[in-house]
């Protein structure tokens, strides 16, 4: 079993909607978790990293900690075209990516 | 401030033939790092250097060696290329170890290296 594992996709929502990426992971003694998103062809870039369980919001984004359930998850609102891209969740003691979920946002 | 540079952004290998790949930054990080990223596995880590002067292995570290030639350099070389090397290399750096203290310290990426092995 991966340490951090996520659902491949593709995730199809449109545009305007709620999309909710999962991620899961197998360390309990993990603290700390990262959200990056990697467009096509282009280099991962930062999203919010979350360490409290609960949730944290930055603009349209928001990261949720589960630490019980061992699970991340982040909501993008009013989803856009622009958010089309694959998103990488990692964490866990070694830093642990997660093979990504790609996110396709419908006009 | 350019960030993290790499170089060559392309590279075709035989299989059996070197090579070293460059990467650079200015962001004065002590943390350095080599991830491969293939499809459907996600980035996986190489080699880590915490600090100036020390590396350590990460996932995947067979058939890679690394130097740490200073703050700002960490280069990767492949001794002798195997088409199960061909993939895309990114160098990241950060300003402390991810979990140093009590906070998660950020990754910055480099543009990254497409490398085939034929």
């Known amino acids: 079993q991966k340490e951090v594992e996520q659902n491949s996709g593709p995730l199809s929502v449109p545009e305007g909607a709620i999309a909710s990426l999962n991620c899961t992971y197998s360390?309990?003694?993990?603290?700390?978790f990262f959200w990056y998103r990697q467009y096509s062809g282009k280099s991962p870039e930062l999203i919010m990293f979350?360490?409290?369980?609960g949730d944290k919001e930055d603009g349209r984004f928001t990261a949720q900690l589960n630490k019980a359930s061992q699970y991340v998850s982040l909501l993008i609102r009013d989803s856009q075209p622009s958010d089309s891209a694959t998103y990488l969740c990692?964490?866990?003691?070694?830093?642990?990516f997660g093979s990504g979920t790609r996110l396709q946002v419908q006009p | 401030n350019a960030g993290v540079t790499q170089t060559p952004k392309f590279q075709v290998l035989k299989t059996g033939q070197s090579m070293t790949l460059q990467c650079a930054q200015d962001?004065?990080?002590?943390?350095m790092y080599w991830y491969r990223q293939d499809p459907g596995m996600g980035l996986r880590l190489i080699y880590y250097?915490?600090?100036?002067?020390?590396?350590d292995k990460g996932e995947v570290p067979n058939g890679y060696n690394v130097s740490r030639l200073n703050k700002r350099e960490f280069s990767l070389r492949l001794e002798s290329a195997a088409p199960s090397q061909t993939s895309v290399y990114f160098c990241?750096?950060?300003?402390?170890?991810?979990?140093?203290?009590?906070?998660?310290?950020?990754?910055?990426f480099g543009p990254g290296t497409r490398l085939t092995v034929t």
């Open positions: 990241a750096s950060s300003e402390r170890g991810y979990t140093s203290g009590d906070r998660p310290y950020e990754q910055y």
């Open positions: 360390d309990r003694g993990s603290q700390s």
């Open positions: 979350i360490y409290s369980n």
């Open positions: 990692a964490g866990g003691r070694a830093l642990t």
């Open positions: 962001m004065n990080h002590n943390s």
């Open positions: 250097s915490a600090s100036e002067g020390t590396t």
